[in-house]
Nanobody, 128 residues
Framework: QVQLVESGGGLVQPGGSLRLSCSASGSFFAINGVAWYRRSPGKQREQVASIPFGGTPTYVDSVKGRFSIARDNAEDAVYLYMTNLKPEDTAVYYC??????????????????????WGQGTQVTVSS
């Protein structure tokens, strides 16, 4: 069973910093794109940052210059470094990834499929 587990959330004062971690486990061939999303009370879920395999990160405008996404392919992990946090950053943060899975069909041929997975979320609260 492929899964993602986030950690690192908590309570921080405005202007503070946090690092969120997301670790992948299970049996998979590779991980393509990974991303961090967040959902604030009364708001729709939004993608905060994303990074494709070997590609360039992208960020939502509201966090540019403050957040940084990084992935460690050797450790199957992705991180979100958050600095200069603001009260409006308060949300549940979710890790998302596209896993490449392998299987053999009835003819014994190897096939690849992509399976999208979500983590359980980690709460970030920015408040004085």
């Amino acid at each position: 069973q492929v899964q993602l587990v986030e950690s690192g959330g908590g309570l921080v004062q405005p202007g503070g910093s946090l690092r969120l971690s997301c670790s992948a486990s299970g049996s998979f061939f590779a991980i393509n794109g990974v991303a961090w999303y967040r959902r604030s009370p009364g708001k729709q879920r939004e993608q905060v940052a994303s990074i494709p395999f070997g590609g360039t990160p992208t960020y939502v405008d509201s966090v540019k210059g403050r957040f940084s996404i990084a992935r460690d392919n050797a450790e199957d992990a992705v991180y979100l470094y958050m600095t200069n946090l603001k009260p409006e950053d308060t949300a549940v943060y979710y890790c998302n990834a596209d896993f490449v899975l392998t299987s053999y069909d009835d003819a014994g041929l190897l096939s690849y499929t992509v399976s999208n997975r979500w983590g359980q979320g980690t709460q970030v609260t920015v408040s004085s």
